[in-house]
């Protein structure tokens, strides 16, 4: 069938509107070529594309930036009270000067643009791959327009445990920047990495993290997105799980007029375990998207999927998550939940989960329900002297504290525990 030609259009106008990076090594202009060309190959995406149809991606691709009034950063980062090492960009941009040192045990950390000049280096092997692979057997334009176009990011690799958290964090300081962002992380056999992210970054942000868990490594990933109301973005994390390998990402979203996060998952080693998991909270304009896709390529694996929206006053939410079982992959252990909380009559979820298995020896569920808080519930509180916003809190908190559980690190489960009851009484003040 033939690229319609708004589609084709607006992918070349994206592609004009940021230039090339040059000056890089033959490998990254490679990479970059072939993403440039798949992007203009599928065109931007569109509100009839049928993994968009929830979510219209008119604002992610405009030519103009949308406005985004910044805010003073006064909330503190997830990691303020930690140990770790801080990464600041603001507006999109690497400030070293307000970076720590990138030295660390068992760590390399560099810049994205340094990385791609070298002729050798080990992102050779990564930068575009996970992307690529994760545009099959649905395209993912966004994602290979980041990979054409990205000159900031980070590369990290471990080489074995990490004691202190990496810890990035986005400020926007101006009303309509766009920013691009372009992340590579190589967890080596047997290493241990935490990975903490917060911040809006901008007024439209686009960002992708490509992620290899070597054979029994571990990667640990937690993010704020902030909770500016004018925000749009688009994430995508692809991630490859070796054997006895563990991935962990969660994400906290609270307001934003757009937020669509991706995950692709390629699970391709025995025994390999992938948690994915997030809560958000929103009202009025907002409309937050999580859309997953986890492939089972290897035996005995295991996969949680963990998605909870909490929505009022005309908010939408949105889940599509898809787990797919290769032939052989005998021994799958696949979950999938994900659940709305109304708490008005004028907001909606709308969810589509999905099942594909191709192998006998499996269990698979999947589960998605939407309704209010509950009556009696919150009538034995009151009856028990807790005021009624009280109340509400605290069965919203009970609501979502399933995904909040799948962090692994108890401090920073609570850190956004405390995020989402602050919230929650900044809404009730107005």
């Known amino acids: ?184 992380v190589r967890v080596e056999e047997g290493a241990r990495l935490t990975l903490l992210e917060n911040g809006p970054a901008a007024a439209r942000f686009n960002k992708c993290m490509e992620v290899d868990v ?48 991706e995950c692709v998952v390629e699970m391709v080693g025995d025994n390999g375990s992938a948690h994915i998991a997030g809560c958000c909270l929103g009202d009025g304009s907002f409309l937050h998207d999580d859309t997953v896709f986890i492939t089972h390529d290897a035996e005995n694996c295991e996969s949680r999927q963990v998605f909870k929206k909490v929505l009022r006053n005309g908010a939408t939410g949105v889940f599509q998550g898809k787990i797919l079982v290769k032939p052989g992959a005998q021994g799958t252990d696949g979950y999938q939940i994900s659940q709305g909380l109304m708490l008005d009559d004028d907001s909606q979820f709308l969810a589509k989960p999905e099942l594909e298995i191709y192998a006998d020896d499996v269990a698979c569920s999947h589960g998605s329900t939407v309704g209010a808080v509950d009556p009696t519930a919150l009538f034995y509180l009151t009856s028990r002297g807790v005021p009624k916003d009280a109340a509400q809190d605290m069965l919203v908190l009970a609501f979502v504290d399933e995904a909040v559980q799948e962090i692994a690190d108890d401090r920073l489960a609570d850190d956004i525990r405390a995020r989402l009851q602050a919230w929650m009484a900044r809404r009730r003040q107005g």
């Open 214 to 261: 070597a054979r029994g490594a571990e990667f640990h990933h937690v993010r704020s997105q902030g909770r500016e109301h004018e925000r749009r973005a688009v994430t995508h994390i692809f991630a490859r799980v070796g054997a006895d390998a563990l991935f962990k990402t969660f994400t906290m979203t609270a307001n934003g007029r757009l937020t669509r996060n």
């Open 1 to 184: 069938m033939a690229l319609p030609a708004k589609k084709r259009d607006d992918a070349a106008a994206l592609l004009a509107a940021h230039p090339v990076p040059m000056g890089e090594s033959r490998w990254a202009s490679e990479a970059r070529e072939q993403a440039a060309a798949w992007f203009l190959e599928t065109g931007a995406p569109a509100a009839r594309d049928e993994y968009w149809r929830f979510t219209n991606p008119a604002a992610l691709i405009a030519a103009e930036t949308p406005k985004g009034a910044a805010q003073p950063a006064e909330e503190p980062a997830i990691w303020s009270d930690m140990e770790c090492i801080r990464i600041v960009f603001v507006d999109g941009i690497y400030r070293a000067d307000l970076s720590d040192d990138l030295s660390g045990e068992n760590l390399s950390i560099e810049p994205l643009s340094e990385a791609l000049e070298a002729e050798n280096h080990w992102a050779r092997d990564l930068f575009g791959l996970l992307e690529g692979r994760g545009q099959s057997p649905v395209p993912r334009p966004l994602a290979s327009l980041n990979t054409a176009v990205a000159r900031q990011g980070m590369v990290i690799r471990a080489t074995g445990p990490v004691s202190r958290p990496v810890a990035m964090r986005y400020l926007h300081q101006e009303d309509d920047c766009d920013a691009v962002l372009h992340h590579l």
